[in-house]
């Protein structure tokens, strides 16, 4: 199965910053990476789809890039809303996998 | 806006079956693919698997041989059956709607989750 290893673990940053987040897979997965942001007690939420596309009401402050084996989810200003943990996850092939999260907290 | 919700035993003993259904509203159970998704502590999110509105199913090999899902079209609902459960079945459940089609394996949305505690 595909190992999906996020970095960093952590990421200690304050509202107005600029956060970039990193998803590394252990074989190419073309295009099929997710983003999910998950805040305590709640279901994860769909961002991102397709490496790079926008879920629907996601604001445009979340933009996402990568192919391959490296992709990265870039949030532009953060928002109070936004301090949360991440996950990303392919779609390549089956076990779909989720990789092991990134939290972002208040500096 | 399609919704999800988690029902079942919070509580399951040690080599039992966890059986938990998860109840679509808002939208059609029919031409979406359905997951189970569970959480952990120390296993993190862990797919477990899907059923389609057919009836197709697919499981993560790590639980194959002891995962059944099914669907009940006239209910909008969907279940899942986890047999001889350790205590490292403890987690919370989610179901959730794939999105299907050229995005399938994308869970775009979700139930709110029930935590299951598999006692010994």
């Known amino acids: 199965e595909i190992v999906l290893t996020q970095s960093p673990a952590t990421l200690s940053l304050s509202p107005g910053e600029r956060a970039t987040l990193s998803c590394r897979a252990s074989?190419?997965?073309?295009?099929?990476l997710a983003w999910y942001q998950q805040k305590p007690g709640q279901a994860p939420r769909l961002l991102i789809y397709d490496a790079s596309n926008r879920a629907p009401g996601i604001p445009a402050r979340f933009s996402a890039s990568g192919s391959g084996t490296d992709f990265t989810l870039t949030i532009s200003s953060l928002e109070p809303e936004d301090f949360a943990v991440y996950y990303c996850?392919?779609?390549?092939?089956?076990?779909?996998?989720f990789g092991g999260g990134t939290k972002v907290d208040l500096k | 806006q399609v919704q999800l919700q988690e029902s079942g035993p919070g509580l399951v003993k040690s080599s039992g079956t966890l059986s938990l259904t998860c109840t679509v509203s808002?939208?059609?159970?029919?031409?979406?693919?359905w997951s189970w998704i569970r959480q952990s502590p120390g296993k993190g999110l862990e797919w477990i698997g899907y059923v389609s509105s057919s009836g197709t199913t697919n499981y993560n090999p790590s639980l194959k041989s002891r995962v059944t899902m099914s669907v009940d079209t006239s209910k909008d609902q969907f279940s899942l059956k986890l047999s001889s459960v350790t205590t490292a079945d403890t987690a919370v459940y989610y179901c959730?709607?794939?999105?299907?089609?050229?995005?399938?394996?994308?869970?775009?949305?979700w139930g709110q989750g029930t935590l299951v505690t598999v006692s010994s």
């Open positions: 074989q190419s997965i073309n295009r099929y």
């Open positions: 959730a709607r794939d999105l299907g089609g050229y995005s399938y394996g994308t869970m775009d949305s």
């Open positions: 808002g939208g059609s159970i029919s031409s979406y693919y």
């Open positions: 996850q392919h779609r390549s092939n089956w076990p779909l996998t």
